[in-house]
Nanobody, 122 residues
């Protein structure tokens, strides 16, 4: 499966933004999908994940503001981000792997999109 992340941009603190991860080549509905983010000079960290049937997992510090969802008919996974803060500034990547589990470490995911930049100004 090939992944294409989109929807990033420059927003102000407190704004909301929804980014998307579209799958092609094979339906994304066959995969668990995760969102990660990476700020400059920092590690890639887990944000949220969703199983093929809609079970979700979040990093605790983001679960009150971020929401992951999927539309398998569109082969797309979304990350809704609310009340954005400058520290949310990062490149956001989506990843996919077959199987029922969500992995929190980036090295355990098989397929990656190219990333979409989210910049939050104060």
């Amino acid at each position: 499966v090939q992944l294409q992340a989109s929807g990033g941009g420059l927003v102000h603190a407190g704004d909301s933004l929804r980014i998307s991860c579209a799958g092609s080549g094979r339906t994304l509905g066959d995969y668990a999908v995760g969102w990660f983010r990476q700020a400059p000079a920092k590690d890639r960290v887990f944000v949220a994940g969703i199983t093929w049937d809609g079970n979700t997992v979040y990093t605790d510090s983001m679960k009150d503001r971020f929401s992951i969802s999927r539309d398998n008919t569109r082969s797309t996974v979304y990350l809704q981000m609310n009340s954005l803060k400058p520290e949310d500034t990062a490149a956001y990547y989506c990843a996919a792997s077959p199987g029922p589990f969500i992995k929190r470490h980036w090295a355990e995911w098989q397929h990656w999109g190219q990333g979409t930049q989210v910049t939050v100004s104060s």
